[in-house]
């Protein structure tokens, strides 16, 4: 089993910036991706970034050039640096940690979330 917690939601202004951290801990040896997905409401869950063991990172398009997203292994914490945050980014933000082999993905985890209010 692999927990997911994630801090660092809150409230701020458009503009304005926010550092997520999502703290892994258990069987982490068969993960091999770790991520920031988000969900407004009544709208599907999106990718907003991941990160590979090997530091590779991807990017959904609407966050590309404002968020970061970076690893501390010693820690086994993921982060997501958000800048210049706009309304539209208000959401629940999911921390996940998953295996891809191929085009295979499982051993799937999910934090409970944390909720990022980005006010006008």
């Known amino acids: 089993q692999v927990r997911l917690v994630e801090s660092g939601g809150g409230l701020v202004q458009a503009g304005g910036s926010l550092r997520l951290s999502c703290s892994a801990s258990g069987f982490m040896f068969r993960i091999n991706v770790m991520g920031w997905y988000r969900q407004a409401p009544q709208k599907e869950r999106e990718l907003v970034a991941h990160?590979?063991?090997?530091?590779?990172?991807d990017y959904g398009d609407s966050v590309k050039g404002r968020f970061t997203i970076f690893r501390d292994n010693a820690k086994s914490t993921v982060y997501l640096q958000m800048n210049n945050l706009k309304p539209e980014d208000t959401a629940v933000y999911y921390c996940?940690?998953?295996?891809?082999?191929?085009?295979?993905?499982?051993?799937?985890?999910w934090g409970r979330g944390t909720q990022v209010t980005v006010s006008s």
């Open positions: 990160i590979t063991n090997g530091t590779s990172t």
């Open positions: 996940n940690a998953h295996r891809i082999r191929g085009t295979i993905r499982d051993y799937d985890y």
